[in-house]
Antibody, heavy 124, light 110 residues
Framework: EVQLVESGGDLVQPGGSLRLSCTASGLTVSSDYMSWVRQAPGKGLEWVSV???????YYADSVKGRFTISRDNSRNTLFLQMNTLTAEDTAVYYC??????????????????WGQGTLVTVSS | QSALTQPRSVSGSPGQSVTISCTGTSSDVGGYNYVSWYQQHPGKAPKLMIYDVTKRPSGVPDRFSGSKSGNTASLTISGLQAEDEADYYC??????????FGTGTGVTVL
């Protein structure tokens, strides 16, 4: 059974930094596509970033240059380093499996497993 | 990367059908057959309901179906049930290896 558990959410001041973690079981982070998706309070979902098994990374324009996605293979853990935070970054951050193309005879793209999320609040 | 456009809310009585639209552009919905739909109950994580426009993951009831025409994708829930009351989000793969979600639609079972 796949489980994704996020941690690291906190209250941080504008301009500050925070690192989120997503510890996985039932899948191998280093050989899968792993993404971060966020949801501001009372708002919709927003894709943030993806890390491919091969190491390629992609980001939403809203976080490019400020956020960095990475992983620790030995801990089977995904990270999101967030710098220069603003109030607009306040959200629940979800870790999800997916974001790349899974190809056999066909290719498909999904976010099929999700964690329960961790809350980041940016406020003075 | 503007959010895909969904109606704010739809409603139906038990047993009826409802359809949720999801409108994007040729850079996302219209350009790729990688539209997925997610159900989210209050305080819960999203759940995958449809992927690649029309495919249903194992365990999702067959009363959920998806389609696409041009820049607009749709999710239809047939035989509406009380447990279907939730928020629904579409999502599309987009140019530059990115993804864009829809604005979200609240489904109310009357």
């Amino acid at each position: 059974e796949v489980q994704l558990v996020e941690s690291g959410g906190d209250l941080v001041q504008p301009g500050g930094s925070l690192r989120l973690s997503c510890t996985a079981s039932g899948l191998t982070v280093s050989s899968d596509y792993m993404s971060w998706v966020r949801q501001a309070p009372g708002k919709g979902l927003e894709w943030v970033s993806v890390l491919y098994a091969g190491g390629s990374t992609y980001y939403a324009d809203s976080v490019k240059g400020r956020f960095t996605i990475s992983r620790d293979n030995s801990r089977n853990t995904l990270f999101l380093q967030m710098n220069t935070l603003t109030a607009e970054d306040t959200a629940v951050y979800y870790c999800a499996r997916g974001g790349g193309a899974y190809c056999g005879n066909d290719c498909y793209r999904t976010f099929d497993y999700w964690g329960q999320g961790t809350l980041v609040t940016v406020s003075s | 990367q503007s959010a895909l456009t969904q109606p704010r809310s739809v409603s139906g009585s038990p047993g009826q059908s409802v359809t949720i639209s999801c409108t994007g552009t040729s850079s996302d919905v219209g350009g790729y057959n990688y539209v997925s739909w997610y159900q989210q109950h209050p305080g819960k994580a999203p759940k995958l309901m449809i992927y690649d426009v029309t495919k249903r993951p194992s365990g999702v009831p067959d009363r959920f179906s998806g389609s696409k025409s041009g820049n607009t994708a749709s999710l239809t829930i047939s035989g509406l049930q009380a447990e279907d009351e939730a928020d629904y989000y579409c999502c599309s793969f987009a140019d530059s290896n990115s993804y864009v979600f829809g604005t979200g639609t609240g489904v109310t079972v009357l």
